[in-house]
């Protein structure tokens, strides 16, 4: 049965959340969500989530799954804070393991944290189904930005994480711990090869020469037209631009509070005695 997808674009982080609803029985699945985060005072609100929040109540749709393409650097996941609200299951690729345990080395958490991807409902392989209503999601292990980055396949729409961006922004970086520009290139050109007439759903857009922001683009105009990847780029010049480019880049603005919080599934850190739950900032490591 065909899908319908609803798009929410989360400014302050260029973030595109997607709701996809399966049109007969009105079940969803919500993939990469976003909650509000003030870096000045470490203050999180949920004021964008609520929206999708809201939407999902007016259009009496029942929200089964949140779908998370990898754990990200640069937001925070609201899938907790919805998870609080509705009887939802969490669900990201088995490859967050592998995330958990170098972060946990990095902010030394030991045995505080177990890194064993407990935090979520479930972890996804490759090639797994995922039904919802009449509708089902085809998972697709597609590493290189990180190493538990994952696809969701619903019909003719291709949710890509951030293993593109727009056209003229080109690709994610591949300097994170297990990213691999190889891999990177090898994953995209899986993506490609799905079929011109799929639509390539963004993670984040950011938007050049004063465009609006674009939740998708087909995948010929990515074959075509992507300045970091195309259907001509080579492997050797593709590694060669984005390790060239990924030494230019710093670390994104929110990557301390993001990862703490995605690699728990959105979770806050546990309350010390005082009720409060703090974050660890590692210096001269990031």
Same mark, same amino acid.
């Given at each position: 049965?065909?899908?319908?997808?609803?798009?929410?674009?989360?400014?302050?982080?260029?973030?595109?959340?997607?709701?996809? #609803?399966?049109?007969?029985?009105?079940?969803?699945?919500?993939?990469?969500?976003?909650?509000?985060?003030?870096?000045?005072?470490?203050?999180?609100?949920?004021?964008?989530?609520?929206?999708?929040?809201?939407?999902?109540?007016?259009?009496?749709?029942?929200?089964?799954?949140?779908?998370?393409?990898?754990?990200?650097?640069?937001?925070? $996941?609201?899938?907790?804070?919805?998870?609080?609200?509705?009887?939802?299951?969490?669900?990201?690729?088995?490859?967050?393991?592998?995330?958990?345990?170098?972060?946990?080395?990095?902010?030394?958490?030991?045995?505080?944290?177990?890194?064993?991807?407990?935090?979520?409902?479930?972890?996804?392989?490759?090639?797994?189904?995922?039904?919802?209503?009449?509708?089902?999601?085809?998972?697709?292990?597609?590493?290189?930005?990180?190493?538990?980055?994952?696809?969701?396949?619903?019909?003719?729409?291709?949710?890509?994480?951030? $293993?593109?961006?727009?056209?003229?922004?080109?690709?994610?970086?591949?300097?994170?711990?297990?990213?691999? @520009?190889? $891999?990177?290139?090898?994953?995209?050109?899986?993506?490609?090869?799905?079929?011109?007439?799929?639509?390539?759903?963004?993670?984040?857009?950011?938007?050049?020469?004063?465009?609006?922001?674009?939740?998708?683009?087909?995948?010929?105009?990515?074959?075509?037209?992507?300045?970091?990847?195309?259907?001509?780029?080579?492997?050797?010049?593709?590694?060669?631009?984005?390790?060239?480019?990924?030494?230019?880049?710093? @670390?994104?603005?929110? #990557?301390?509070?993001? #990862?703490?919080?995605?690699?728990? @599934?959105?979770?806050?850190?546990?309350?010390?005695?005082?009720?409060?739950?703090?974050?660890?900032?590692?210096?001269?490591?990031?």
């Amino acid at each position: 049965m065909s899908a319908k997808v609803k798009s929410f674009f989360h400014q302050d982080t260029n973030t595109w959340s997607h709701l996809v #609803i399966c049109q007969k029985s009105q079940k969803a699945i919500l993939i990469d969500p976003v909650l509000d985060y003030s870096a000045n005072n470490a203050r999180t609100a949920s004021t964008s989530v609520d929206v999708i929040l809201n939407y999902v109540s007016t259009q009496k749709i029942k929200l089964e799954h949140i779908l998370e393409t990898h754990a990200h650097a640069d937001h925070i $996941t609201a899938s907790a804070y919805i998870k609080d609200k509705l009887p939802v299951k969490i669900l990201i690729g088995k490859g967050i393991i592998n995330v958990q345990k170098t972060f946990n080395k990095i902010f030394n958490y030991s045995e505080k944290f177990i890194s064993n991807g407990h935090q979520f409902d479930d972890l996804l392989e490759d090639a797994q189904i995922i039904p919802f209503g009449s509708c089902e999601v085809l998972t697709m292990h597609t590493p290189g930005h990180t190493n538990d980055s994952m696809t969701y396949i619903v019909g003719d729409a291709v949710f890509i994480g951030d $293993t593109l961006f727009a056209p003229d922004y080109g690709s994610a970086r591949c300097d994170f711990p297990g990213g691999d @520009a190889a $891999t990177l290139y090898d994953s995209v050109k899986s993506i490609y090869a799905l079929g011109e007439d799929k639509k390539l759903y963004l993670c984040h857009d950011y938007p050049v020469n004063d465009r609006k922001p674009k939740s998708w683009f087909y995948a010929s105009d990515q074959k075509l037209n992507n300045i970091h990847i195309n259907a001509k780029s080579t492997k050797k010049a593709f590694i060669e631009l984005r390790e060239s480019r990924d030494r230019s880049l710093s @670390a994104p603005e929110l #990557i301390i509070p993001s #990862i703490q919080i995605n690699i728990r @599934a959105g979770h806050m850190p546990k309350p010390e005695h005082n009720g409060i739950s703090y974050l660890k900032s590692p210096l001269n490591t990031l």
